[in-house]
Nanobody, 136 residues
Framework: QVQLVESGGGSVQAGESLRLSCAAS????????MGWFHQAPGKEREAVAI???????DYADSGKGRFTISQDKAKRTLYLQMNNLKPDDTGMYYC??????????????????????????????WGRGTLVNISS
């Protein structure tokens, strides 16, 4: 069972920055896709940024130019650097991991509604999230 633990959330003002981290326990496959997902209050969870085991990245339009996803394989840690934060960025941020085939640009184009409370997006494991609050 893979465990993902997010940290780094907090309350900041618009225009400031935060760096989220996601510590992952062992994932048996050397090929994978990891991602950050944002769930605003009262809304569904949406993909924000993805990175695969080869280091290829992609972003939702809302985060392009402001967010940077990265990974430290030695530390088994995923990061999301968020700059110039906006009030719309408020919400829970979740990291997830799945097969490398989950890393497709279309992941940003739809809402994968949960089934029995479990989200898909091609991801196999999800963290519990970290809360980000941006005040104007």
């Amino acid at each position: 069972q893979v465990q993902l633990v997010e940290s780094g959330g907090g309350s900041v003002q618009a225009g400031e920055s935060l760096r989220l981290s996601c510590a992952a326990s062992s994932y048996t496959s050397s090929s994978y896709c990891m991602g950050w997902f944002h769930q605003a209050p009262g809304k569904e969870r949406e993909a924000v940024a993805i990175i695969d085991s080869d280091g290829s990245t992609d972003y939702a339009d809302s985060g392009k130019g402001r967010f940077t996803i990265s990974q430290d394989k030695a530390k088994r840690t995923l990061y999301l650097q968020m700059n110039n934060l906006k009030p719309d960025d408020t919400g829970m941020y979740y990291c997830a991991i799945g097969g490398q085939e989950a890393c497709v640009s279309t992941i940003f184009d739809y809402i994968d509604y949960p089934i029995d409370g479990i989200y898909g997006y091609g991801m196999d494991y999800w963290g519990r999230g970290t809360l980000v609050n941006i005040s104007s």
